[in-house]
């Protein structure tokens, strides 16, 4: 079944510890992204990656750092996570040649820093 | 930067209803105009899009229409069902070499039955 998936689903974290957020897809897809959801915000995009060792700041990639070494995984890194990365996070891949293709989503990781 | 609005913020009809949800941009080369639909606590999907070459595109229930001159592009549910409830995000291709979606806040729309 084509999917990605992303691990932890929930986490609760205190101020300064360091957390990674992993995310995988089996599809083969050249493109993936991370981004955060707010209350009346909307989506917004924190880094993308077009390809492995390829990866660019989205709107939102303060307090963030991700990493592309395979094609399948791009985890997202908060080293020193603040209360206001509290949010939810979705992860999302698509193939790169195909800008209008569908871009599908992860489940979702509800992060609360304290 | 990019504008993306979405007009309402939250819409609210009787099941069997017409619904609209519109969109509108700022980037005139945008050439790829998505609706996305997120269920309570479920990833977003992508429900219908539509491409700047046709100003229609319907499946089933559900229509896409685009006005490329006034930049703006609407989501239309006919006949609404309490399944429909959802927040709705548009989210049109920013482009220039970016490739990216611009996802506006959401609409959350409510059937009742």
């Known amino acids: 079944e084509a999917q990605v998936t992303q691990n932890p689903r929930y986490l609760i974290t205190v101020t300064g510890k360091k957390l990674t957020v992993t995310c995988s897809q089996n599809?083969?897809?050249?493109?993936m992204s991370w981004y955060r959801q707010d209350p009346g915000l909307g989506l917004r995009q924190i880094y993308y990656?077009?390809?492995?060792?390829?990866?660019d700041k989205g709107d939102v990639p303060e307090g963030y750092k991700v990493s592309r070494k395979e094609k399948r995984n791009f985890p997202l890194i908060l080293e020193s996570p603040s209360p206001n990365q509290t949010s939810l996070y979705f992860c999302a891949s698509r193939r790169r040649e195909a800008v209008t293709d569908t871009q599908y989503f992860g489940p979702g990781t509800r992060l609360t820093v304290l | 930067g990019e504008n993306v609005e979405q007009h309402p913020s939250t819409l609210s009809v009787q099941e069997g209803d017409s619904a609209v949800i519109k969109c509108t941009y700022s980037?005139?080369?945008?050439?790829?105009f998505p609706w996305y639909k997120q269920e309570l606590g479920k990833r977003p999907q992508l429900i219908i899009d539509i491409r700047s070459n046709v100003g229609e595109k319907k499946d089933q229930r559900i229509a896409v229409t685009l006005n490329k001159t006034a930049k703006h592009f609407s989501l239309h549910i006919t006949e609404t069902q309490p399944e429909d409830s959802a927040v709705y995000f548009c989210?049109?291709?920013?482009?220039?070499?970016?490739?990216?979606?611009?996802f506006g806040a959401g609409t959350r729309l409510a059937v009742h039955p």
């Open positions: 599809m083969n897809h050249e493109y």
């Open positions: 980037d005139s080369a945008s050439n790829y």
């Open positions: 990656s077009m390809n492995v060792e390829v990866t």
């Open positions: 989210a049109p291709l920013l482009s220039g070499g970016y490739n990216k979606l611009i």
